[in-house]
């Protein structure tokens, strides 16, 4: 099972980019689930801007509040949301 960041991006780097949203939102609802998603969209938040968003969209499909109130003030418009 997918549990840090890096194993994340891995798992996605080969889907088209339908499927790689569904996986980060899947994958976040486990992790979740399990009470170990808190680390993994702070940790795509410090790479870049792509794993910025995928971590917003895993915080946002796991209804981690926690991460997604600091990220009203954030440069990217898609992150922001």
């Known amino acids: 099972m997918i549990s840090t960041a890096g194993e994340l991006l891995a798992a996605l780097a080969s889907l088209p980019h339908a499927a790689r949203l ?4 899947v994958t976040a609802h486990r992790l979740a ?3 170990l998603l808190r680390p993994v969209p702070d940790e795509l938040a410090a790479l870049g801007p792509y794993e910025r968003r995928l971590g917003a969209l895993a915080a946002l499909a796991a209804g981690d ?3 997604l109130s600091v990220r009203p003030g954030d440069d ?4 922001r949301r």
């Open 22 to 25: 569904r996986c980060t939102a």
């Open 33 to 35: 689930a399990r009470g």
């Open 65 to 67: 509040l926690a991460h």
């Open 76 to 79: 990217d418009p898609v992150v």
